[in-house]
């Protein structure tokens, strides 16, 4: 078991290993490194070579974080402890995305505009948002975006308005080549008083803004 666990595991390791030094990398992506583990940690249990003492160290990590993360997802707890920045709260990422949806809706001078963003992300949650894919550019920043996301990228037909979303994760603001831009929102949900997520709304288009 050992061995066809390494067989799994090494050749994954060995590629995140060499990615980090080329391009992005997240630490969640390297779950196919150590799941290997995770499961041979469980056979050993269920074999009886593993001691319930262990078995139950382990058992308890896991519970906790589960309870952490479920608590994370419906009360801001790092918040609450201290912790004002937004973005060291992932759960924050749940929150005030629905906002850009409505504030388009009270604005009907928007409700023809196409959505642009800078990353996959906010084009993603704006998409989302929106409930049209179809309305949603992204202006990649990076040379792995410009290949991953080509049917989706910038620009729009020379002379059309269009709204550049940005939040307080990835909040560059605009810069659309030959574009005039102006920010028209500045988007805020709170959780329970403590600030979740600020989108910013800017209108671009080619030449001037009237």
């Given amino acids: 078991v050992s061995r066809y666990v390494l067989l799994w595991a090494a050749p994954a390791a060995l590629a995140f290993l060499i990615q980090p030094l080329g391009s992005d990398f997240k ?9 290997p583990f995770v499961l041979e940690f469980s056979l050993r249990v269920t074999r009886g070579e593993i001691s319930s003492k262990k078995f139950w160290l382990h058992c308890g990590y896991g519970y906790a974080l589960i309870a952490i993360v479920f608590l994370s997802c419906h009360f801001p707890v790092l918040g609450a402890l201290g912790i004002r920045n937004p973005l060291h709260d992932v759960t924050n990422d749940l929150y ?4 850009l949806g409505e504030w388009i809706k009270k604005h009907p001078e928007y409700s023809s505009h196409l959505v642009v963003g800078s990353r996959y992300q906010t084009a993603s949650q704006a998409a989302f948002s929106l409930g049209d ?4 550019r992204l202006w990649p ?3 792995a975006e410009k290949l991953d996301w080509q049917e989706l990228q910038w620009p729009p037909p020379p002379g059309q308005s269009v709204l550049y979303v940005a939040d307080n994760r990835y909040s560059a603001g605009p810069t659309l080549p030959q574009a005039q831009c102006q920010q028209v929102a500045d988007l805020e949900t709170l959780r329970m008083g403590f600030l979740a997520k ?11 803004l009237k």
């Fill in 198 to 208: 600020k989108i910013g709304v800017w209108e671009c288009r080619y030449g001037s």
């Fill in 133 to 136: 894919a179809q309305r949603v």
């Fill in 27 to 35: 630490p969640h992506w390297a779950l196919v490194v150590w799941l």
């Fill in 96 to 99: 005030g995305w629905n906002q």
């Fill in 141 to 143: 920043q990076q040379p």
